[in-house]
């Protein structure tokens, strides 16, 4: 059975950091790839970064260079560091996991979810 659970948000300032972290577990890891979603109050689910078993990464054109998507397969840990953050960034985040379609930001492709972390940025 797949469980992705979330960690590491919280409430920080504009201009300031978070690290999230998803811990993976049920399946061999390496074998699906993974990815970060958010999705705010009366706004659409919004893929943030992806990444495959091999570490080739694919972000949106708005969040490159803020956001940073790593893992480490021996934890079957996924990790999404979110630099210079904006209050336009607080969302509620998830980690998901896909067999097939790798590095789509695209929800509808992933099949496993984690429960979300919720991250604030306040001005």
């Known amino acids: 059975q797949v469980q992705l659970v979330e960690s590491g948000g919280g409430s920080v300032q504009a201009g300031g950091s978070l690290r999230l972290s998803c811990a993976a577990s049920?399946?061999?890891?390496?074998?699906?790839?993974m990815a970060w979603f958010r999705q705010a109050p009366g706004k659409e689910r919004e893929g943030v970064a992806a990444?495959?078993?091999?570490?080739?990464?694919a972000y949106p054109s708005s969040l490159k260079g803020r956001f940073t998507i790593s893992q480490d397969n021996a934890k079957n840990t996924l990790y999404l560091q979110m630099n210079s953050l904006k209050p336009e960034d607080t969302a509620m985040y998830y980690c998901?996991?896909?067999?097939?379609?790798?590095?789509?930001?695209?929800?509808?492709?992933?099949?496993?979810w984690g429960q979300g972390t919720q991250v604030t940025v306040s001005s």
């Open positions: 998901a996991a896909t067999r097939a379609y790798c590095l789509s930001l695209s929800g509808g492709r992933y099949n496993y």
């Open positions: 049920g399946y061999t890891y390496s074998s699906y790839c």
């Open positions: 990444i495959s078993p091999l570490g080739s990464t």
